[in-house]
């Protein structure tokens, strides 16, 4: 379906906030006195969504719920689908199990093990926290097996890097803020660009753009920088440094995980997932170590190198961060793991 937004773009809800949503209604239902119309959750950055129910089932000792992802003006191919959760209880903890359409972890490099339900783990700890209010409310423990499905989401996750990854049997539960911010190239860049503006309008002398939330925190932390110092880059690397050569800070540092920043250490300006790609046979001839040609992700690759990885993509995504904004801007990069540590710096 083709969605044409007209006007501001709408945001929505990832597959791991509303799978967040559905374990809440389905505990409702388990512990509570049934399932509500509506359930409202609050996500990690302070947004309260409320999710209408589209699907419930109970039995003697479970209950599950289902929402239906609003993906809002994004084009994802997870716009429509039904999230499933059930709730029964568990032999210890917080458990979760891959129902129908959710895949199953079967190589490493990612952040979940293989043989693990492909939920990620912000969402995981969405649902459990979501788990350890409700048992409070309840008075129960908070002893419970989920299982999420998805129906129909091992044809979706045909559309997806799933396969490539080794992520069998269906879709991923994904998300670290449970909000889907509206992918348009242009919009997007257009917002970079305005950022730039007001930087320079502030009189600023350092800017700083990142691929996402945790490294622009690392980044901001280390240097220090205001809020609207901050450009929220995200994939568009090439969208803000062309703009920036011909509008010029004295000084930027780019930011972001190691996947992506591999990639603009091999030349790539657009890093997103589904227009660029590490090419670990290249990787492995550039570093001198063979084992990087069989690394199924650059998680897998920083596992396998170590230090020298991180070093070297530093190095060589500086160079390609001087030669696109030019020679009259100061440059520094800065990898950080997923934590938010920092692996490797390089630059002024």
């Not at 458990?95 to 199953?104: E, L, N, P, S, T």
């Not at 490493?108 to 043989?115: N, S, T, V």
């Not at 502030?202 to 450009?231: F, K, R, Y």
């Amino acid at each position: 379906m083709s969605r044409k937004p007209q006007g501001d773009l709408r945001r929505g809800w990832t597959t791991g906030a509303c799978a967040t949503a559905a374990v809440k209604a389905a505990l409702d239902a388990l512990w509570g006195e049934g399932f509500p119309s509506r359930v409202g959750i609050v996500l990690p950055k302070g947004e309260t969504p409320v999710f209408p129910l589209a699907h419930q089932m109970a039995g003697p000792d479970w209950a599950e719920a289902g929402i239906t992802k609003d993906a809002g003006d994004d084009p994802d191919v997870t716009h429509g689908a039904l999230i499933i959760a059930r709730v029964e209880a568990s032999l210890g903890g917080v458990q979760f199990r891959a129902g129908d359409g959710v895949g199953q972890v079967t190589k490493p490099g990612l952040p979940i093990a293989a043989g693990e339900p492909a939920i990620n783990p912000a969402p995981r700890q969405m649902m459990e926290d979501v788990v350890e209010a409700q048992a409070a409310r309840y008075g129960h423990k908070s002893d419970v097996r989920i299982t999420i499905s998805v129906p129909g989401g091992q044809a979706l996750a045909l559309k997806t890097w799933n396969p490539r990854l080794g992520i069998e049997g269906g879709i991923s539960i994904l998300g670290t803020t449970g909000v889907v911010r509206p992918f348009s190239c242009a919009a997007w860049i257009a917002s970079i660009h305005r950022g730039i503006d007001v930087a320079r309008a502030g009189g600023l002398i350092h800017v700083a753009g990142c691929t996402g939330a945790t490294s622009e925190t690392a980044v901001q932390a280390l240097h220090g920088l205001p809020d609207h110092a901050m450009l929220d880059m995200g994939d568009f690397f090439g969208g803000m440094v062309k703009y920036l050569r011909r509008n010029p800070v004295p000084r930027l540092t780019v930011g972001g995980g190691i996947a992506k920043l591999t990639k603009l250490a091999q030349g790539a300006v657009d890093l997103h997932s589904a227009r660029s790609q590490v090419d670990f046979g290249r990787l492995a001839r550039d570093l001198g170590d063979d084992r990087l040609k069989q690394a199924n992700t650059a998680l897998e690759a920083l596992d396998l190198a170590g230090a020298p990885l991180a070093e070297w993509v530093a190095d060589r995504a500086l160079g390609r961060v001087k030669a696109a904004a030019g020679s009259g801007i100061a440059a520094d990069v800065v990898i950080v793991d997923r934590a938010g540590m920092i692996l490797a710096r390089a630059g002024s």
